[in-house]
Each structure stands twice: as C-alpha cells, then as structure tokens.
C-alpha cells in the first residue's frame, strides 16, 4: 500500500476570561496548518460558543503553515468577521509573523507575544 | 562552516502533499552547512516548500506516476534550489495578495504561493526545462545579511 503523510493537525477550544473578566475563547492550533487543515480548524471553530466576540488563535504550538494554511486562517478570519468577532493572534514565530505582514493578515488580527497581551488587546 | 565549494544535493519526491517537508529540512540543512542564518533559512523553507506544493498540484496534478526533483547547488556563498516537474508550465502572474479583496471573498483566498517565494529569497525564477517539464529557480546568497 502506497504511503501517505499522516495529518498532523489539531485544533481545540479554549474558555478562558480576559483582564476585565469578560469571556474569550481561544483557538488553539498545534502541529500543521496546511490545505489538509480544513476538516480540522473549521470543526473546532463550530465549537467556539455562540456568543463569542471576543476570539484569540494561539499559534505557539503551531509548526508549520504554508499558504493554503494561510488561506484557511483567511477563511476562518472571514466567518469570524461575519459573526461580529473580534481576532486577536499570538504566539507565531518571528518567521510566520513576517509572512502574515507580508500578506497583510495583520490588518484583520493583531499579533502578539503571548495570551495575556492577546487577551487585554480587545477594545471594549 | 562549508565555503567556497562547489557541490550538489538532488533528491526525487513523489507527488503527494507532505513530502515537500522533506525537501524542507534538506534546503535547511545545508543552508545550515553554508552559514545561513536562522531568518534566512526559515524564508528559504518557506519558499521551497510552495514550489515543491505548486510541482506536486499544478505541475504533476497528484500524479503518483510523476516524481518531483530537488537540486540544490552549493557556490561561492550561494544557495540554489531547483524545483522540477513534469507539467506543461504555470504562467501565472505574480501579484501581492489582496488581503482586503480576499476577506470581502473577491478573490480566492489561496494563491499566494509564487508571491511568498519571489519575496522570501534573492532571485525566483520560473522557466521550462528542455524536456517540457517547470523549474523553479530560487537562490539565496550569504551576504544578503550584510545589506
């Protein structure tokens, strides 16, 4: 039986309270965000609570990405938009911080060292 | 540190996602070899690995039949990577994405793979080999640091 490359894409959510004790959801990725990524992130997006505004992607675990990742966090950045979500990011290495400048991804999500800056970001 | 050689690394790949991770971490070990630093080496795997995706889906179409060859060529402080398939050529035009038409779903979100590679290493190149394959063309140098 021929090879194939085993999924290495996880993704989960997170409740967790910002500075103010208002609720925020994180979207934790970890290992590869790639075009073999969708089923994944998008399942754990549905599992983001309704009345989420306030949504963070951690991508501190995340190891590679390339741009159909890129792509989908496009995706996912547009149904949050959609639904009147607020996005803040952190946790990408200087590497993919620069890739998400150069694309412009930055606009539409802040980046930031770690959860706690992330997480005091959101205007009120 | 490796300088002033002259030497060659060539693989062959099948034409499945995943495999281009391999090409991946060869380009950085001899990066490593050469010198490059840690930023530059993170560009460099970032642009190998589009070109060896744009091989496996646009050049070979996820033939299994067709492989994909890796050449990485070690000269007087530089590094080329050549990406090679078997199609009959993408010619697209390279433009920097769009980032607010692509949220507003004017354009595709994907398509930022030639974009990522021109602008991650020194030269990019796209051109047909003799036998009517794609090559792509990238090189990094190691006194682009110094500028």
Redesign the interface.
Known sequence: M?M???LNTRAHVDEVKGPDGSPVSVLRFTGDI???SRDVVFGAYQQVPAATRKLVFDFSKME?M???G???I??L??AA?KSDRSVQSYGL???FQK?FT????N??TSLHPDEATACAAFAD | MVQDITSAVELRLPSKLGFEKVAMQTASGVARLMGFPDDRIEDLKTAVAEACINAIEHGNRFDERLSIGIVLSMEDGKLEVKILDSGSGLHKKIHPPDIDRKMHGEEQARGMGMFLMQALVDEAEWTQTPHGGNCVRLMIRLDKEEE
């Open positions: 021929a194939q490359p085993q790639t075009s073999t590679y390339n741009s159909s890129i792509a989908l496009i995706e950045l547009m938009n290495s200087p590497h890739v150069m694309v412009g991804l606009k539409y």
